[in-house]
């Protein structure tokens, strides 16, 4: 197994199992994204959320829908309107219930009409039952990870080898979507895909071991592993990484006592003195993100920020009044600043900020177990499963 992280072997895996990607299966899947003009992404828990996170950088080029959108049209709509449509099914283990039932229908509707939607499959099980029906009509691309059938992972050491769950799969699939997106972006092949991906994996590798031996993970462990609600906030692709960090965040603190909200959710409480919060953007300009790590640091709550450059007011904010910043942007936007987003404004074209981001993210939940179980209170992954969604 090729070697990106001294620290990390689950992340070492995740990149193995990317370079196995077949060459042909990533065409086909190129070909026929390329020609839709309307692409659905389909999954469930985190395998969606990864998915969404690269397919929304599309939304220049293409429209971009999720069964979670409002007024989400009908396929036959969808077909008049666009012409072809392409569903992405993003589901490990090939079972998820959500894919399986959306595929069940697509069937129905279609019958025979196989060119007027195509449907795209990405699983580590290609003989389960969501690409047994996907699978005529279109591309089925097997990425390799862990599966729900295999032994939980009894210590928090072996979790540093193995990730957590759906680690594997979850974080490959971000690496493998974001490279089809800047292939269709800039007219490329497979061969660009697999080559972006291995030095995409060598800068990963490099930034999740500077967190390491900067100590910036350990410090963050540190607040995590306190009793408190965690609150995550970013707008855009940046909420979508805060919803697939929380959902893992979520599976330990729970067992802590304490619970992990998204913020803006319809739910989510105020937060408390003590509180902490994770706040992501890319320029570290957005203004919704910063009033709410200014109403933070005026609650005397712990701020963390992940952000593309550290010439920003969110890293300044976090530097001003104790909090710790994650920079995790390439060498060429590190020290520059960047004009602010919006959601209503996107950027022109793709950014790997988001991708660099969830990986710099995924190791938290484990160095959290693997702390808890330095002092003797130990977190089997058979506990974190039970606290799983039932239907994931």
């Not at 995740?14 to 839709?36: C, D, P, T, W």
Request: hydrophobic content about 40%; some cysteine.
């Amino acid at each position: 197994m090729r070697s990106i992280s001294k620290y990390f072997g689950y992340i070492n895996r995740v990149y193995s199992n990317f370079l196995q990607l077949k060459k042909s299966q990533v065409n086909e899947m190129l070909k026929i994204m390329r020609e839709a003009g309307c692409i659905v992404a389909v999954g469930e828990g985190r395998s969606f959320y990864a998915t969404i996170i690269a397919l929304s950088q599309l939304n220049r080029i293409k429209t971009i829908f999720t069964l979670e959108d409002p007024g989400y049209p009908s396929p036959e709509t969808l077909v008049k309107k666009f012409g072809r449509v392409v569903y992405v099914f993003s589901t490990g283990s090939g079972k998820s219930a959500t894919p399986l039932e959306v595929a069940n229908d697509l069937k129905k509707f279609l019958g025979k009409r196989r060119n007027e939607i195509r449907m795209v499959t990405i699983t580590s099980n290609p003989n389960s039952p969501v690409p047994s029906v996907t699978g005529e009509y279109g591309p089925i691309v097997v990425l390799k990870g862990r599966t729900k059938e295999e032994e939980p992972v009894s210590n928090a050491e072996k979790l540093l080898g193995v990730g957590i769950m759906g680690d594997q799969f979850e974080l490959a699939l971000i690496s493998l979507l974001q490279g089809v997106v800047e292939a269709i972006h800039l007219k490329e092949d497979a061969d660009y895909v697999l080559e972006r991906g291995k030095r995409s994996f060598a800068e990963i590798g490099r930034l999740l071991d500077g967190f390491i031996q900067d100590k910036t993970y350990e410090k963050i462990v540190s607040l995590l592993n306190e009793r408190r609600n965690v609150f995550l906030h970013g707008l855009g692709e940046d909420h979508y990484i805060c919803s697939m960090t929380a959902l893992r965040l979520m599976h330990i603190k729970r067992v802590l006592g304490s619970e992990v909200f998204v913020a803006r959710r319809e739910t989510t409480p105020r937060p408390m003195p003590g509180d902490l919060g994770i706040f992501i953007s890319y320029s570290g300009r957005t203004k919704a993100t910063l009033r709410w790590a200014k109403n933070f640091i005026n609650l005397k709550a712990k701020i963390i920020t992940i952000t593309a450059s550290e010439r920003c007011e969110l890293v300044e904010k976090a530097r001003n009044y104790g909090g710790i910043s994650m920079i995790v942007g390439d060498e060429s936007e590190r020290g520059k600043e960047i004009e602010a987003g919006s959601p209503l404004l996107k950027r022109e074209s793709f950014l790997r900020f988001y991708e660099k981001t969830a990986y710099a993210l995924s190791p938290i939940p484990i160095l959290m177990t693997q702390e808890l179980d330095r002092i003797g209170y130990r977190l089997p992954e058979y506990i974190l499963r039970w606290y799983h969604s039932v239907s994931d």
